[in-house]
């Protein structure tokens, strides 16, 4: 089992739709979550980090559940400008308390 | 304020050449990672730099990949001998420690080719 797990997708969504990706991860240890986001050819930048309260970030809105071992992100009102590919980022557990990356949901949003 | 930055950005080799890929991470950042990232892929870990502990190599394909940091400054990852299966973009990161606490930062990435 991978250590942090994604859907691939693609997820094909209209422009103004509100889309929602989930993660899981293995280490129930894990301290520190993150979501990136990769746009093609380009590299990982951070889009924001998820605390356990949950936080939101203008559309953006990540929830952790530490029980479930997932993390998940929601986007409102989908920008085509969104499409990129979502790498969902859990660390602090491993002996080098290294982050692990998930191997990212790609997103399309169509017009 | 600068981030990091690698070199060279593209770089085309033939199959057994030796190649030194640069990276320059954001200042004051102790830790630093090398990444393989191949087409269509998710990102593959190589190896860490923390401080002056020694570098976790665990993620190293092969003998003909090392890499070399000095201080908590810039780093070096040479590839030898290179083979096709090498072809990828090489991404660097720094964080300012490897707790998992901070957030890593990505440089532009090097697109090795090897014909």
């Known amino acids: 089992r991978k250590e942090v797990e994604q859907d691939p997708g693609p997820f094909n969504v209209p422009e103004g739709a509100t889309v929602a990706f989930n993660c899981t991860y293995s280490?129930?240890?894990?301290?520190?979550f993150f979501w990136y986001r990769q746009d093609c050819r380009k590299e990982p930048k951070l889009l924001m980090s998820?605390?356990?309260s949950g936080n939101e970030d203008g559309r953006f809105t990540a929830q952790l559940n530490r029980a479930s071992q997932y993390i998940s992100l929601l986007i409102r009102d989908s920008k085509l400008s969104d499409s990129a590919t979502y790498l969902c980022?859990?660390?602090?557990?491993?002996?080098?308390?290294?982050?692990?990356f998930g191997g990212g949901t790609r997103l399309m949003v169509k017009p | 304020g600068a981030g990091v930055s690698q070199s060279p950005s593209n770089k085309v080799t033939e199959k057994g050449k030796d190649v030194e890929l640069r990276c320059d991470p954001i200042?004051?950042?102790?830790?630093l990672y090398w990444y393989r990232q191949r087409l269509g892929q998710g990102l593959e870990f190589l190896i860490y730099?923390?401080?002056?502990?020694?570098?976790?190599k665990s993620g190293l394909p092969s003998d003909r990949f090392s890499a070399e940091r000095t201080g908590e400054s810039v780093s070096t990852l040479t590839i030898q001998r290179t083979q096709q299966e090498d072809s990828a973009v090489y991404l660097c990161?720094?964080?300012?420690?490897?707790?998992?606490?901070?957030?890593?930062?990505f440089g532009p990435g090097t697109r090795l080719t090897v014909t």
């Open positions: 990161a720094s964080s300012l420690d490897t707790s998992g606490t901070y957030e890593q930062y």
């Open positions: 280490n129930s240890a894990s301290q520190s």
């Open positions: 998820v605390y356990s």
């Open positions: 980022v859990v660390g602090g557990s491993n002996a080098g308390n290294m982050l692990t």
């Open positions: 200042s004051g950042h102790t830790a």
């Open positions: 730099f923390q401080g002056n502990s020694a570098p976790d």
